[in-house]
C-alpha cells in the first residue's frame, strides 16, 4: 500500500543549529503536528533521522544530555574547524594562530581535516545496521554528487551511510563513496531541500531554516574572503529558491549563533521549540486545505505536475 506524504517536513542545514530541528520535533509531536515524510539536509539530515526513527518516542530527546546519541556526537570534534574565534590576550592569540597555521597545512596535504576513520565509527554506533526503510515516518537524504554534479536523494539502503554522506562538509568531513558517487553535504546546492520534498510526493511542505543572515558588511580584503563571500551568497541565492517552493519557511530566533557552537544546544533546542509553538496555528492551516504547493510550482516552472518540474530540473537530481 502507498505510503501517504501529502505533509512534508523539510529540515535544513546549519551545523550546531541543527539542534533547532529536534526542538521542533518534540514541539510538533506534542501538537500532534507529526509529518507524513521528512527531507533532510546535513545537521537536517540527522536530526531529520532521528525523529524519523523515534517519532512518538522523540520527546526523549528533550533530556539531550542523558541521550546515547549526544554523547556519540561529542566525539566528532567540529568546534575546532573555525578560525575566528574570539581572541584575547598574548597567550591565546598565539595559540590560535598555531592552530589556524596546523589546520591549514592539513587541509592543503590532506582532502579532509577529519579522516574517513574518525568519521564513519561514528554514524555506524548512532543509527547501527537500521536501513531507510526501517523508519517510523518515511525519511529521505539530501546529498550532493562531486562527479556528476547532482543532487542525490538518498531513500534506501544502510542509514548511517546516507546521513553521512548528507552530512560530508566539503573540507572537514572526507567525501563519501556510495555506489559510483562521490557525495558530499546536499548543502552545495541544497540547504534547504524542498525540491527533495515534492519529487518525493509531499504537497503540503512546512520547511525549518536555520541558515544564518548574509552578512551586510562582508570583509572581502583577501583572496580568501573573497571567495568566502562568493560561495556564501550562491548558496543564498539557492536559498531563495528553495524558499519560495515551501508552503511555510519556519525560521528559529537563535542570534548570532555559529554552526560550530555546539555549546548552544540547548538554545537551539529552545528556539526551535519556540518557533514551531508560534508557527502552529498555520501548519494546521496548510494541512487543512488543498495542496499548496500546486500554485508556487506553476508560477516558478510554468506547470503544476512534478513531471514538469523534473522537467524544468533538467537531470540534476537523482534517487537512490
Given amino acids: 500500500m502507498k505510503k501517504r506524504t501529502d505533509n512534508g517536513l523539510v529540515l535544513g542545514g546549519g551545523g550546531a543549529k541543527g539542534f533547532a530541528h529536534l526542538g521542533a520535533a518534540i514541539e510538533m509531536e506534542a501538537r500532534s503536528l507529526r509529518p507524513d515524510m521528512i527531507c533532510g539536509t546535513s545537521a537536517g539530515a540527522l536530526a531529520g533521522a532521528f525523529y524519523a526513527l523515534n517519532a512518538e518516542g522523540i ?12 554523547r556519540i556526537l561529542k566525539g566528532l570534534k567540529l568546534s575546532g574547524a573555525d578560525f575566528s574565534e574570539e581572541k584575547q590576550g598574548f597567550f591565546l592569540k598565539t595559540l590560535s594562530t598555531i592552530k589556524a597555521k596546523f589546520s591549514m597545512i592539513k587541509m592543503l596535504r590532506d582532502s579532509s581535516l577529519l579522516k574517513t576513520e574518525e568519521v564513519v565509527p561514528v554514524f555506524r554506533e548512532l543509527f547501527g545496521d537500521t ?4 523508519t517510523r515516518i518515511p525519511f529521505v537524504a539530501a546529498a550532493f554528487d562531486l562527479i556528476s554534479g547532482r543532487d542525490i536523494y538518498i531513500k534506501n539502503g544502510p542509514l548511517w551511510k546516507g546521513v553521512m554522506a548528507s552530512c560530508s562538509i566539503p573540507g572537514i568531513f572526507p567525501p563519501v563513496e556510495y555506489n ?11 540547504r534547504l531541500p524542498i525540491k527533495c520534498a515534492i519529487l518525493s510526493g509531499a504537497e503540503n511542505i512546512v520547511a525549518i531554516d536555520i541558515s544564518g543572515e548574509i552578512d551586510p ?23 531563495m ?16 549563533m555559529k554552526w560550530n557552537d555546539f555549546n548552544m544546544y540547548a538554545l537551539a533546542m529552545e528556539e526551535g521549540g ?9 501548519m494546521r492551516s496548510i494541512r487543512s486545505r488543498g495542496y499548496g504547493y500546486r500554485k508556487k510550482i506553476r508560477s516558478m516552472f ?19
Fill in 131 to 134: 536501513p531507510f526503510e526501517s
Fill in 217 to 239: 558588511g562582508p570583509d572581502i580584503s583577501s583572496v580568501v574572503n573573497l571567495h568566502l563571500r562568493i560561495d556564501a551568497l550562491l548558496t543564498n541565492r539557492f536559498d
Fill in 274 to 282: 519556540k518557533a514551531v509553538e508560534t508557527a502552529a496555528p498555520r
Fill in 241 to 256: 529558491v528553495n524558499r519560495a517552493l515551501a508552503d511555510l519557511v519556519i525560521k528559529p530566533e537563535m542570534g548570532r
Fill in 302 to 320: 510554468g506547470d503544476s505536475s512534478r513531471k514538469k518540474l523534473r522537467l524544468a530540473a533538467g537531470e540534476e537530481h537523482f534517487f537512490m
Fill in 59 to 70: 520527546s526523549s530527546f528533550a533530556d539531550i544530555e542523558s541521550r546515547r546519541e549526544f
Fill in 180 to 190: 559510483g558517487m562521490l557525495l558530499v553535504d546536499g548543502g552545495v546546492t541544497n
